[in-house]
């Protein structure tokens, strides 16, 4: 088969237009090394809200702490889960919410934990916690 000039140029347009539709989707926010690694760190926190500022906690997780952290290099996602029920064996008492953070490794993710940024959004958040002295924070890696 006979690949004309034209055809090469209707494959760099679709490439083009490809390439523009996964950055509108935002797709292109990882960098090469983060698609390229499968294995990332994973940091969850129990957390004890108390019951009278858990709106308080949503609307700074949501409106200052993940506006902060997707701005860092490694950052991957992050969620928060209300506790819905607990279906087999028991959970930690009074824990209604779980922090979920994903970095492409450690080392970045000690980065933003370092940062100005994350030293300003996370302790108001912290402190809508029932205590900020005893709370389980678990790091695992992805096998």
């Known amino acids: 088969m006979l690949v004309t000039?034209?055809?090469m140029n209707r494959r760099g347009i679709l490439k083009s237009l490809a390439g523009a539709a996964a950055a509108a989707l935002g797709i292109s926010r990882l960098s090469t090394s983060a698609r390229a690694q499968?294995?990332?760190i994973r940091l969850y926190v129990e957390m004890a809200v108390d019951p009278s500022r858990e709106q308080e906690m949503i609307d700074l997780f949501h409106n200052q702490f993940v506006p902060e952290a997707v701005k860092h290099e490694g950052y991957m996602r992050v969620k928060m889960l209300k506790r819905?029920?607990?279906?087999?064996?028991s959970?930690?008492?009074?824990?209604?919410?779980?922090f979920e953070l994903e970095f492409e490794n450690e080392e970045l993710r000690q980065q933003w934990i370092a940062s100005p940024g994350h030293q300003r959004v996370w302790p108001?958040?912290?402190?809508?916690?029932?205590s900020i002295q005893d709370y389980p924070v678990t790091l695992y890696d992805e096998v």
Not at 84 to 89: D, F, K, N, T
């Open 5 to 7: 000039e034209e055809d």
């Open 91 to 98: 959970a930690p008492a009074g824990h209604n919410y779980r």
């Open 124 to 130: 108001p958040l912290e402190r809508t916690l029932a």
């Open 38 to 40: 499968t294995k990332h």
């Open 84 to 89: 819905r029920a607990v279906l087999q064996g």
